[in-house]
């Protein structure tokens, strides 16, 4: 089991510009979710994915944003016109989705987002 | 809404000085009350999950409880690598399929050597 990754770790972006993460859960888990922390905050939820259906967004999703998780294996969020506000660590998180009550998510390192 | 209060910010201990971190949570039907581990500049490291009041969890030099209102996480005797950011999480029974975790801010735990 090699863990959540995320790619890229680190990206630094001018204001305008548009950028894409992506996420790769631990194999065979169903569920993915998206969270944003910035410095001093814990992370806060973003969207989630049972498989490949995105099955609900947070308010501070504005329009910009944009996630996929093609045929419920890897997922990417884009972010479109990025501002000086989307600097933060972008968290991507896995569950099984096998129980319907235990549910333990597992992050991964995070992409930190830097938009100049 | 869902919150979760942890206190206090950030606490500095000496190496072997017992303490714990508090997390107070308000959510209208807990599935369950998750603690992680945060590095600087990584993601959350799983900890515990306590589903129901009263129970209790153990690893190394941590102690995770839970009551109706409140977790704590002991740590005994911590060592200088026990230093990191505690994250608390609540995750609310909605009787939907979303496992949303509700964060608090995180205790900044820093142990001297």
């Known amino acids: 089991d090699t863990g959540v990754s995320q790619n890229p770790r680190h990206k630094i972006t001018k204001r305008g510009q548009n950028v894409t993460f992506r996420c790769d859960p631990i194999?065979?888990?169903?569920?993915l979710y998206w969270y944003r922390q910035t410095l001093g905050q814990g992370p806060e939820f973003l969207t989630y994915?049972?498989?490949?259906?995105?099955?609900?967004k947070s308010r501070l999703l504005s329009d910009r944003f944009s996630a996929e998780r093609p045929k419920g294996s890897f997922s990417t969020l884009e972010i479109q016109r990025t501002e000086q506000g989307d600097s933060a660590m972008y968290l991507c998180a896995s569950s099984p989705g096998t129980s319907g009550y235990q549910e333990t998510q597992y992050f991964g390192p995070g992409t930190r987002l830097l938009v100049l | 809404e869902d919150q979760v209060t942890q206190s206090p910010e950030a606490l500095r201990l000496q190496e072997g000085e017992s303490s714990s971190l508090n997390c107070s949570y308000t959510v209208s039907g807990l599935r369950g009350l998750f603690w992680y581990r945060q590095d600087p500049g990584k993601g959350p490291e799983f900890l515990f999950t306590l589903y129901s009041a009263g129970e209790e969890k153990e690893k190394e030099r941590l102690k995770a409880t839970l009551t109706k209102k409140e977790s704590f996480l002991h740590i005994t005797a911590p060592k200088p690598e026990d230093s990191a950011t505690y994250l608390c999480a609540v995750q609310k029974n909605s009787g939907g399929s979303n496992y949303k975790l509700t964060f608090g801010k995180g205790t900044l735990l820093t142990v001297n050597p």
């Open positions: 994915f049972q498989n490949e259906a995105q099955l609900e």
């Open positions: 194999s065979e888990h169903n569920r």
